[in-house]
Structures are given as structure tokens and as C-alpha cells.
């Protein structure tokens, strides 16, 4: 997916934060029937989403330890 294939595609991130007014959404959920390339954004980021609200299982203690070395290795 490139944002070059639809001008509107810069819309659909404000579009699921909430940032949009009542006839842009509208208009936007009208677009998102149509145009598989807005669409395709939209469910990517609710992957996103998704996957950053996920929960995750604690880290050990020998864990949190290797990923804090290997962060500062970086």
C-alpha cells in the first residue's frame, strides 16, 4: 500500500483517532466503501491498533534483563 494511489488516504489515520468532524466522516465512510486502497489503510491499522493493545505476558526477570543489554547494544 502507497499513499500515491489515493489522495484520501492521509484522512483514514484522523478518521479512526477521531479527528474528523461529522461530514468529513461521512464522506470519508462513503469513500471507504469504493476505494480499496482506504480500505486496506483502515484495516491495517486496526491491526496496528489491535496489536498494540494486545496483552502481553510479563517478562521474566533473566528476560527483562537480555532486552534491556540488547537495547543498549543499539
Excluded: W, Y
Aim: net charge positive; glycine share 6%.
Amino acid at each position: 500500500m502507497t499513499t500515491s494511489d489515493c489522495p484520501r488516504t492521509t484522512l483514514v489515520e484522523a478518521f479512526r483517532d477521531g479527528r474528523l468532524g461529522p461530514q468529513e466522516c461521512a464522506s470519508l465512510e462513503r469513500h471507504l466503501e469504493g476505494c480499496a486502497v482506504c480500505t486496506a489503510c483502515a484495516r491495517d491499522l486496526e491491526k496496528i491498533g489491535n496489536a498494540v493493545r494486545a496483552p502481553r505476558e510479563p517478562l521474566t526477570p533473566l528476560e527483562h534483563q537480555r532486552a534491556r543489554v540488547a537495547l543498549l547494544q543499539k
